[in-house]
């Protein structure tokens, strides 16, 4: 993050009492170089700069060597651009001020890993004040928004710089309860309220500035995110893709970018052919072209249901989707010219883990499975967790629905299923009758219909339905008909196709 320097000197040449230093962005410095014409040097500096909201920061430093006509002196670190340097005195004849930039990496992040600031980097220190609490960094960072546990009024943060610095206000912007501020270089922070604060350090995060996030951010014109800078390529995109793994608002700005960019890209159309239904995920390509920069699949489920996912990532000429379930393939390819020949492979994973290729058990292990009711829980140890706990004894029950009552099952390794088994009672309050299943392939889809359980005016209690394979990540078991609109289930088994 190197940046070009400029120096302003006000005075009269060859020497002078002030300088001014520029710099073309924003960095962080902590040692001025002095350079004298008469062996003689200042016994004070003063130092002032301003921050993002132009408050007049002053600086403290002091001398740490002096070598010949050379003197060096350490400031408290600053994040800064611009910089004043007054010399203090009649007697030194300086010639030059120069700032030493300092490697950034120790004051804010370049990847995509946990931004907050250690718990055991950070000292709470006494305050006299119960609507006021200051604490202080081990390490100076530069961050850009704090969380706290609970909401506070007429909260004001104020921040220092460095030890025994002003107080200086921050303005910010709650966004879901997070305060977002524009980077500032803080070694202190100060909280004051109207109310008492009452806080311990596992109350607060404090998050450390991410770089990578302002290089994601520079990608667009503005805030509203509809529109790249020009000059922004794929290649941009791609270097960020691959220091992005985990932020999803990155991963959403992201991808926001790469569309804005592959939206008016040639296209190619390729169909793949299969024998039957698999769970895909990934295709491998050659090309004599520049490459394939996003791709869509087109597919139909075991109802002829049509459905469509875009690529996650394509690196290394391999495209990567989320697991679907398909047979029949169109795969919708982007790129700077669709003329090129492309070669598609498919990469067929085992299919083991996902529906039983030999005789064995076909109930799917419930132990990670999550229950929620959409229909109320009748009381506190009648949760949906008890309809899929493995015992029989134990039940869930619903309030009483109007219309009809859901509960929804979410498998966290989806599986490809054929059938489902419901236990309910045999008589009375919650006793089910008619429900319908629907499936979601994944948690962002539409709820898909695959069929109907009519069980009124019949005997026993287990309430079994058979149905085409379905890949689901999320089932809603549907209850359109129970004994005075309630639902009760002892047991719910799903089987493996």
Known sequence: MNSELTFIRNGNVPSSNTFNLKLNKKEI?????????????????????????????TIKANVIRTLGNI????????????????????????????????????????EDIDARVSREDIDLLNSNIETELILKLENSKIINRINFNREF??????????????????????????????????????FRSSQAINLKKEDIEIYIFNYLE????????????TEVKSGVTIQDIITLEMKTNKTEEYLNKLAIARNLLVVNMDTKRISINNEKHQILNRFSYETSGVGIYRATVNYEDRYGNKK?????????????FENFYGKDLELTLYGPNNETEIVITTILES????YLTTDLERSIDRTNLVAESGCGVYSGNLGPDKAIDNYENTNFHSTRYSEYGDFYITNPEPQVVDELHLLTRNTSLGRVENYTVLYKESSNEEWLVVGESINEGLAGNWRNIKFNPI???????????????????????FLKY
């Open 214 to 225: 302002h290089e994601i951010n520079s990608l667009f014109e503005d805030t509203t995110l």
């Open 308 to 320: 469509s996912k875009t690529s996650n990532n394509i690196l290394n000429n391999i495209i990567t």
């Open 351 to 354: 299919q083991d883990s996902y």
């Open 471 to 493: 890949f689901a990540s999320n089932i809603c078991i549907r209850v359109n008909k129970s004994n005075e609109n309630h639902v009760l289930i002892y047991d719910l088994q």
């Open 29 to 57: 410095i902590k040692n001025l170089i002095l350079e004298t014409q008469n062996s003689k040097f200042p016994n004070f500096l003063n130092i002032t700069t301003k921050d993002f909201l132009n408050n007049t920061i």
């Open 71 to 110: 003197q060096e002196w350490e400031l408290e670190a600053i994040l800064t651009d611009e910089l004043k340097v007054t010399i203090e005195g009649e007697e030194a004849s300086i010639i030059n001020v120069t700032p030493i930039l300092t490697e950034g990496t120790s004051y804010y992040l370049q």
């Open 153 to 190: 009024e007429n909260l004001e943060i104020l921040y220092s710089p460095g030890e025994g610095q002003d107080w200086i206000s921050l303005n910010y912007i709650d966004i879901h309860g997070i305060k977002k501020f524009h980077p500032v270089l803080v070694k202190g922070l100060c």
